[in-house]
């Protein structure tokens, strides 16, 4: 039972909530593209205020680790992890596709659960889920085109969601088995009830080595010269 900040900057959606017991009781966020530095710690103060909560209160912070953008995950975890050092207490990273999974299941009636996050192009980072969140195909990327997910859908009702949904409804909506839904969107809120089960299971990070889950090897690059 704890007090937890929540953190979402995955993608073009900045999102912080806070959540008691694992039910949300404050939230923002927007989707006006990679705002998240200038937005993402006026949102932690706003839903604290909202809800008369204090930092010194907070028992935790949960933040979406990824796959992503990798400027998104590197802000929300830098983030993260001044809170947790600031105020020593415990850090969670919890799966972005899990996430959108847990915000999809309000849609789900059968089949499985595959979130979609825009790699570019036409790639995807993907993964899939039953409707208890038990992981059925392990994250991975994938170029979306008329073969994809094939022998999924041949076996499965399969319900897509996320920001890199609409490359697969274009190829694959006429399979009797594609489902389409708006409910995962990457958020905040969608951390809450897997954060809560974390914290009751002490499943925390090292606060010094913990880092996003890019997927794709990061590799820096160097502006071009003037």
Known sequence: MALLLLIETSTTVC???????????SSRETNDGYAHAERLTLFCEAVLKEANVSFGELQGVAVSRGPGSYTGLRIGLSAAKGFCYALDIPLMTVDTLKTMAAGMREDAREGVLCPLIDARRMEVYCAVYDLA???????R?????????????????????????????????????ARFTEAGIPSAKH??????KMFAENQFEDLAYSE?????????????SA
Do not use: Q, W
């Not at 990327?141 to 999924?152: G, P, Q």
């Not at 041949?154 to 996320?162: E, H, K, Q």
């Open 141 to 177: 990327a994938e170029v979306v085109d008329e073969n994809s997910f094939r022998a999924l859908l041949d076996n499965n009702v399969v319900l897509f969601s996320g920001d890199g949904m609409p490359k697969c409804r274009e190829l694959l909506g006429k399979h009797p088995n």
């Open 212 to 224: 996003p889950f890019y997927l794709k090897a990061y590799i820096a690059g160097k502006k071009p």
């Open 191 to 196: 951390l809450a009830a897997l954060a809560e």
């Open 15 to 25: 999102s912080a909530a806070l959540a008691r017991d694992g039910e949300v009781i």
């Open 133 to 139: 969140l038990n992981e059925k195909e392990a994250a």
